[in-house]
């Protein structure tokens, strides 16, 4: 058979992922794991001569180790996951950037090189520089007897409690006695979407604000809710660092017969690319550097669906 530049001569399966691209293709180490800890791949077994890179005495590398930035499947088939070397700890141990060896389970494993790593972009719900009246139905308001701080309009508020624990930063206004308006100054994105998590601000934490004259007797407090139009979803620019072209081969789902798959991909020159109802068999008609996990339609994100089909087998060829 006659091999030409156009035909694939390596394939792998791909595990989806928003900030991680296809690996690889060539295995470099492959396991067991001995030890499930925490964001950890732990194997005290023979390793191919171990995680760390090992240099003769002529500065000859007799055995090239993992580097971070490399790429970790978990390969078994009930836990297939994905992450990227952070450190390599020593000959047997790696931090990965996620816990994808969940204890008890011993899993095996298999390590790439990685192809980049999208570390400077997040996709996510984030709450926008706005302001939040107390009337408004996010939010209840039982503050009274405030008076407000000379010059000032606005006064830095630290939450107090609640359910939200994201990184945004809050000022207060107050206004006839109560705290009549909050602004959010800025937050940033979480991966997670907040809609019905709470911010508490008690009395306590207004008089510490400075957000009334000094010696006020202001009571009560406020809870603002957050809701979907308080928020905005964010899909970032691909990093293509170092990323490699692949073809993507979908076999469709598990089920017999297997079904069609909706796939979100980035290709190799960074646009994102929904497709729908991707027959088995199909190889995608684009180049790709990246499958994406993607997220189902909601408020948050304008209603636009781009979930790649979880129980899909794809493989990457290159």
Same mark, same amino acid.
């Given at each position: 058979?006659?091999?030409?530049? %156009?035909?694939?001569?390596?394939? !792998?399966?791909?595990?989806? +992922?928003?900030?991680?691209?296809?690996?690889?293709?060539?295995?470099?180490?492959? @396991?067991?794991? *001995?030890?499930?800890?925490?964001?950890?791949?732990?194997?005290? +077994?023979? !390793?191919?001569?171990?995680?760390?890179?090992?240099?003769?005495?002529?500065?000859?590398?007799?055995?090239?180790?993992?580097?971070?930035?490399?790429?970790?499947?978990? +390969? %078994?088939?009930?836990?297939?996951?994905?992450?990227?070397?952070?450190?390599?700890?020593?000959?047997?141990?790696? *931090?990965?950037?996620?816990?994808?060896?969940?204890? #008890?389970? !011993?899993?095996?494993?298999?390590?790439?090189?990685?192809?980049?790593?999208? /570390?400077?972009?997040?996709?996510?719900?984030?709450?926008?520089?706005?302001?939040?009246?107390? @009337?408004? &139905?996010?939010?209840?308001?039982?503050?009274?007897?405030?008076? #407000?701080l000379?010059?000032?309009?606005?006064?830095?508020?630290?939450? &107090?409690g609640?359910?939200?624990?994201?990184?945004? *930063?809050?000022?207060i206004?107050?206004?006839n006695?109560?705290?009549?308006?909050?602004s959010?100054?800025?937050?940033?994105?979480?991966? &997670?979407?907040?809609?019905?998590?709470?911010?508490?601000?008690?009395?306590? &934490?207004?008089?510490?604000?400075?957000?009334?004259?000094?010696?006020?007797?202001?009571?009560?407090?406020?809870?603002?809710?957050?809701?979907?139009?308080? /928020?905005?979803?964010?899909? #970032?620019?691909?990093?293509q660092?170092?990323?490699?072209?692949?073809?993507?081969?979908?076999?469709?789902?598990?089920?017999? #017969?297997? /079904?069609?798959c909706?796939?979100?991909a980035?290709?190799?020159?960074?646009?994102?690319?929904?497709?729908?109802?991707?027959?088995?068999?199909?190889? $995608?008609p684009?180049?790709?550097?990246?499958?994406?996990?993607?997220?189902?339609?909601?408020?948050?994100?304008?209603?636009?669906?781009? $979930?790649?089909?979880?129980? @899909?087998?794809?493989?990457a060829?290159?």
């Amino acid at each position: 058979m006659m091999i030409t530049a %156009s035909d694939p001569t390596a394939g !792998l399966k791909i595990i989806p +992922s928003d900030t991680i691209n296809i690996p690889g293709p060539r295995s470099k180490y492959n @396991g067991i794991s *001995t030890n499930a800890a925490a964001n950890k791949l732990t194997d005290v +077994s023979s !390793l191919q001569g171990g995680f760390v890179q090992v240099l003769d005495a002529n500065g000859n590398v007799t055995n090239q180790g993992v580097q971070v930035g490399d790429v970790v499947y978990n +390969s %078994s088939t009930a836990r297939s996951a994905i992450a990227y070397v952070t450190a390599v700890d020593s000959a047997t141990s790696l *931090t990965l950037s996620a816990d994808i060896f969940i204890a #008890p389970n !011993l899993d095996s494993y298999n390590i790439y090189s990685g192809n980049g790593v999208d /570390l400077n972009s997040e996709e996510g719900w984030s709450m926008p520089a706005q302001r939040v009246f107390s @009337g408004d &139905s996010a939010a209840t308001n039982t503050t009274a007897g405030y008076n #407000p701080l000379v010059g000032s309009s606005f006064n830095l508020i630290f939450q &107090s409690g609640g359910t939200y624990t994201g990184p945004a *930063t809050f000022t207060i206004q107050i206004s006839n006695g109560t705290a009549n308006n909050v602004s959010i100054q800025n937050d940033t994105t979480s991966a &997670s979407n907040i809609v019905g998590q709470t911010i508490e601000f008690n009395q306590a &934490s207004v008089r510490a604000s400075g957000g009334g004259a000094a010696g006020n007797t202001g009571t009560g407090g406020f809870t603002i809710t957050i809701e979907e139009s308080m /928020l905005e979803f964010t899909t #970032p620019s691909p990093d293509q660092r170092n990323a490699k072209a692949f073809q993507v081969y979908c076999g469709g789902t598990a089920a017999n #017969p297997p /079904l069609a798959c909706d796939i979100y991909a980035t290709t190799i020159d960074g646009d994102l690319v929904f497709f729908e109802d991707v027959q088995p068999g199909t190889v $995608l008609p684009v180049v790709v550097s990246k499958v994406n996990i993607g997220s189902a339609a909601g408020a948050g994100n304008g209603n636009n669906n781009t $979930l790649t089909t979880a129980t @899909g087998r794809y493989v990457a060829l290159t």
